[in-house]
């Protein structure tokens, strides 16, 4: 932008003998985000803490209003703009319309923000308000507003309920070797994991091997009547090509961005996803809901993508939640620190930025979950997600990884284990999702259910599956 443009910009703020100016909106938001290696390496973040703080203050200034009418990304030129604009509930939006972000932060702190009330206006909130109200807000304001944000889907169980955290049972292995992952199945399923999902990332991705994993996973699930639901992540039109051929589908997954260009880059638009997702609800395999989409989001996308328009790497995921949003999932995912340090460099942006990701898609109205994870170059360990976990119990996260160990050997990186999942219903007071707990108490699998204790030895009606997989696991 010319310096005549930028001299004549409306976002400006005087510090005693220096005068900041932000030339448009997406600087003021990008300047204002909490430090993370992201926005530095795409050359958006603000120079300086001072910076930084001015920044806030002039986005708290902004009215709500601002984000209809001044776009980050131009309505013609992306169709994520178009689906957020579009979409707009403008008769709910009446009830904040006369806000700016400073003022709605204080009312979503506020007595008045009910559950309900919170429910009524998650339409009228577009992810570009979502997030910068999230960029004023200290990590107790996320946690103590998401914990107000209600959000309940349901296929074969129900997730999202008040004092419920559910799991993904993620049963990866290197070769997709069917004994590996049975008895990563079985472990997880004796340590009460696997409401949310049973989820295979195959190692093989192509639309026979995806077909191969789900049989196996509806075989498991159908033999202990278990009530949850399976999902191959492979891509979505290996998994349209899979229910033609009539495959047992229960969800149909696919990583989303917030911009046209990163989705394109990911091999789909919006119209494969509803085509997908018509499919997918035509099979009718829920038996309490037909929420069948699952989606996996990660700050930083489409920086690698370059595709991000100038705009900070919170702003572009939070729009990823206006994409997920259209399509009612069962699931949404951000995988925290998946990326890696170039985006998230340690301990600190990665919590900070889960409990964005986590406040942001409860806003909005999605059924939020968390991969509290890092890879093996980044400055975190096992301690920082101990804390993330148990930040995000605390607001009410959906659901979160199970992972043998908490090592995925497939993926290559640090995540959540059967261990910790257990940990965090106990220490937190949390159950499974009611259905599956009920499936708990039937087989048994603990001796005190309200407590998790598990059983000294393996349930009977596991006693044989366990031997067949030693016996498998002999004959290599």
């Known amino acids: 932008m010319n310096t005549e443009s930028v001299n004549k910009s409306k976002y400006r703020y005087v510090l005693g003998t220096h005068t900041y ?7 003021v938001m990008a300047k204002a985000t909490p430090a993370r290696s ?62 700016t972000v400073g003022d709605f932060r204080n009312w979503l702190l506020s007595d008045l923000a009910t559950p309900q009330v919170l429910a009524e206006v998650r339409s009228c909130i577009t992810p570009e308000m979502a997030a910068a109200v999230s960029k004023i807000m200290r990590n107790q304001d996320l946690i103590m507003v ?75 699930i159908q033999k202990y009547q278990i009530p949850t639901q399976s999902c191959v992540l492979t891509h979505v039109t290996n998994t349209l090509e899979a229910i033609e051929k009539g495959a047992p589908v229960d969800l149909v997954f ?17 119209k494969v996803l509803e085509e997908a997702q018509q499919a997918a609800v035509s099979l009718n395999r829920g038996t309490v ?8 989001t990660g700050q930083g996308s489409a920086l690698s993508a370059g595709a991000h328009h100038g705009v900070d790497q919170q702003t572009c995921e939070a729009r990823a939640y206006g994409v997920a949003r259209q399509f009612k999932p069962l699931l949404v995912n951000t995988v925290v620190g998946f990326i890696g340090p170039e985006y998230l460099f340690d301990g600190k942006e990665i919590i900070r930025a889960g409990l964005e990701d986590h406040f942001c898609g409860k806003l909005l109205g999605l059924p939020m979950g968390c991969d509290v994870c890092y890879t093996n170059h980044a ?28 090592d995925d050997i497939m993926l290559n990186y640090q995540t959540t284990s059967f261990h910790d999942a257990l940990y ?13 707990d ?13 407590g998790f204790v598990l059983h000294d030895g393996v349930p009977n009606a596991f006693s044989n599956s366990l031997e067949n997989i030693l016996q498998g696991s002999h004959h290599e």
Request: with cysteine.
């Open 146 to 220: 998401a914990k107000k944000c209600h959000v309940t889907t349901a296929f074969r169980n129900t997730i999202g309920l008040p004092g419920h955290l559910s799991t993904r049972l993620q049963p990866n292995h290197p070769t997709d070797d069917v004994t590996g992952i049975a008895a990563s199945l079985l472990d997880g399923l004796l340590h009460g994991n696997g409401d949310a999902v049973i989820g295979i990332n195959p190692a093989t991705d192509n639309v026979d091997q995806a077909i191969h994993l789900m049989k196996l996973m509806d075989e498991v």
């Open 21 to 27: 100016i932000f030339a448009d909106l997406k600087e």
């Open 289 to 296: 809901g037909d929420n069948v989409m699952y989606f996996e």
């Open 379 to 406: 400055d975190a360990d096992q301690n920082d997600m101990d804390n993330l976990l148990t930040l995000l119990g605390v607001a009410g996260c959906t659901f979160i990884m199970g992972i043998p160990g908490s």
């Open 254 to 270: 696919q990583s989303i961005a917030g911009t046209q260009g990163t989705n394109a880059s990911f091999g789909f638009d919006l």
């Open 38 to 99: 992201g926005d530095r390496l795409a050359g958006v973040a603000a120079d300086s803490a001072q910076e930084r703080v001015v920044a806030q203050m002039v986005l708290a200034d902004i009215p709500l209003k601002t984000f209809l009418n001044e776009l980050l990304i131009p309505y013609e030129e992306d169709e994520v703009s178009r689906l957020i604009i579009d979409s707009h509930d403008a008769s709910a939006f009446l009830t904040i319309s006369h806000l």
């Open 424 to 436: 965090a219903r106990r220490v937190l007071n949390l159950q499974a999702a009611p259905e599956f």
């Open 438 to 450: 009920q499936w708990l108490k039937a087989m048994k699998i603990f001796k005190d259910i309200n």
